[in-house]
């Protein structure tokens, strides 16, 4: 867009071409990405460091539940050969030791202003400018804005009554302090049995004193099978890591290698499906279970096949048969909600340090300063952990006042759940593109191959505008509602809509419950933007400033 902008600039030029909201995965290629195309780019982080959710998620146990020769970016030949990941899955610190890597290795930092969040982003329909503000005050303008918030960056506890007045110390997982928690000779209580709780639990509960944990909903978790990563496998990978990375885009997780099961779960006999669900367990990893066959988030009966088979596990595992009985999910498919990985979680509640506390028959109700008081008993603490999970897709950007200048803010728009046309645009609020925003694939995928995906798009949307003498790009109305539409359908041909989970906007009270993740997969969806483009951007309208 520079040319564009120059030659149509009044007397104030911009201050920037894009301007970048955050500075994790996709705020770091963002910056690689447009500076490659000559664009003047800033992008603004709240943190102190880069790295988004691997700056601030450092609780311990911290890791990626999608293998490590997978999670990482793939715009660098040299890069993803060059770099070497020790485990299965990374750690946090290994993660953000690579983000780290990759800024300095691309000179990216020194377009990124850190310590800055964005309060505010306000576009002039006369100017086709974006006025963004941030929490210092400062006013910067640019014609494109780049939302790289991230879906799952805006950290929420509940309310719960007298936490002010708790004598030990709290803590969220997603803000977890930089220097580490000693739990050595304390009772730590847990609330919160998402990815993070279950990651977290096995180690506070091999250093506390006491754990309680407070479990609302049961959740299914697999066994992650953490290892060394075998340097034979590595070599391999690398070496078909091009192809590798192509085939990615043909499947529905944006992972190539698991091949799309054709038979339904319900034509095995009981013996077969046994032995197949043992071989993924044993295997670890969520992906390959959920393709054991190929109606598992699809048919209720199937998935109960499969679910049935994870609690005989929680059974098989936990010694006191009441306590595996409340660690069983009894209110959603597996699959459902986002499966977690775990390293030895079933296995803490055979300790005598660790005591699991049901929160949906006796909620909680206060926090009193020793510790929580639920409608049953009071539980002495030293040290609460909130591990309850995020304002997710949507938090980051409705927390900024974004709209066009006298116009309703993105907050209002979206009161009823989100409304974008591919999860890249929201109609009405014009040279905005948000990087795996909601009805996208984004959460329900490799998250690094959909940021690059998203980023590519809007970097040849860009060129497609400068070639055009374009200023203006928004999503038409018309388009945005059968996207709206479709995504939805989508999500009700499946079992996804079943769950009270984070997808669904369940776990935020007052939050409207509308599935947010597109789910017919990365193929469909690449193939689908594609198509648009084809179509000489089909639902999206250009238009170039005149003024
Ligand atoms: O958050 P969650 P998370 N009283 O929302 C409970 C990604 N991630 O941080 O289910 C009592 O999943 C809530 O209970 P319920 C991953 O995508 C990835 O764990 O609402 N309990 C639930 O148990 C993941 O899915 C990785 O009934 C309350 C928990 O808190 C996503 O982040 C690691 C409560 C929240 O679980 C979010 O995970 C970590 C209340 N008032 C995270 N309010 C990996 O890569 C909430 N809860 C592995």
């Not at 890791?63 to 970016?73: A, I, K």
Request: some cysteine; overall charge negative; proline content about 5%.
């Amino acid at each position: 867009m520079p040319e564009v902008s120059s030659a149509k600039r009044s007397a104030v030029a911009p201050d920037f071409d894009v301007v970048i909201v955050g500075g994790g995965l996709a705020g770091l290629y963002s910056i690689y990405r447009f500076r490659k195309m000559g664009l003047n780019i800033r992008a603004y982080e709240a943190g102190d460091g880069v790295g988004g959710t691997w700056f601030w998620n450092r609780y311990p146990g911290c890791r990626c539940d999608v293998e490590s020769m997978e999670y990482s970016y793939s715009f660098d030949d040299d890069l993803q050969q060059e770099w070497v990941w020790p485990e299965r899955y990374g750690t946090q610190p290994v993660i953000l030791e690579y983000i780290n890597h990759v800024a300095k290795r691309f000179d990216l930092m020194r377009d990124v202003q850190l310590n800055t969040r964005i309060t505010q982003a306000v576009f002039c329909e006369k100017k086709h400018l974006w006025t963004i503000t941030t929490n210092n005050g400062e006013q910067i303008t640019a014609p494109i804005c780049i939302m790289a918030a991230g879906n799952l960056s805006t950290p929420r506890k509940p309310d719960f009554p007298g936490l002010d007045n708790f004598k030990g110390d709290w803590y969220h997982t997603g803000l977890w302090p930089k220097e580490g928690v000693d739990f050595t000779d304390k009772r730590v209580g847990v609330i919160g049995t998402g990815s993070s709780g279950v990651q977290m639990m096995p180690h506070i509960a091999a250093q506390a004193k006491h754990l309680t944990v407070f479990q609302r909903t049961a959740n299914f978790s697999l066994p992650a099978r953490n290892a060394p990563l075998d340097p034979e496998k590595e070599r391999k990978h690398k070496e078909e890591y091009r192809e590798r990375r192509l085939a990615a885009y043909n499947t529905p997780f944006g992972i190539a290698g698991y091949p799309p099961p054709d038979k339904s779960a319900l034509e095995a006999t009981e013996e077969e499906r046994r032995a197949i669900y043992e071989d993924k367990w044993q295997e670890g990893g969520s992906i390959s279970y959920l393709f054991a066959y190929k109606d598992l988030l699809l048919n209720k009966d199937a998935n109960d096949t499969a679910s049935d088979f994870v609690r005989n596990k929680i059974r098989a595992t936990v010694n006191d048969p009441n306590t595996a009985e409340l660690l069983c999910p009894d209110n959603h498919p597996i699959g459902t909600k986002r499966l977690i990985l775990d390293s030895n979680y079933y296995e803490i509640f055979n300790q005598s340090n660790v005591k699991l506390v049901d929160v949906k028959s006796a909620p909680i109700q206060e926090i009193t300063p020793n510790g929580i008081k639920t409608t049953e008993s009071e539980y002495q603490l030293d040290a609460i952990a909130f591990a309850t999970g995020f304002d997710a897709m949507t938090g980051a950007i409705k927390e900024i006042d974004v709209r066009v200048d006298g116009g309703t803010t993105i907050e209002e728009q979206w009161d009823s759940g989100p409304r974008t046309y591919l999860g890249l645009m929201v109609a009405g609020l014009p040279n905005m593109f948000m990087i795996t925003g909601p009805q996208s694939p984004g959460v329900k995928s490799q998250m690094i191959l959909s940021i690059e995906w998203h980023i590519n798009w809007v970097a040849n949307c860009l060129s497609y505008m400068r070639d055009n003498n374009h200023t203006r790009v928004a999503a038409e109305v018309k388009a945005q509602q059968q996207w709206v539409d479709h995504v939805r359908e989508v999500a009700d041909s499946t079992l996804y809509p079943l769950a009270n989970s984070w997808y669904m906007g369940a776990n935020i009270p007052g939050k409207a419950r509308v599935f947010m993740p597109y789910v017919a997969g990365v193929e469909a969806y690449t193939k689908e933007c594609n198509r648009v483009t084809q179509n000489g951007y089909q639902g999206f309208e250009f238009s170039t400033n005149i003024s």
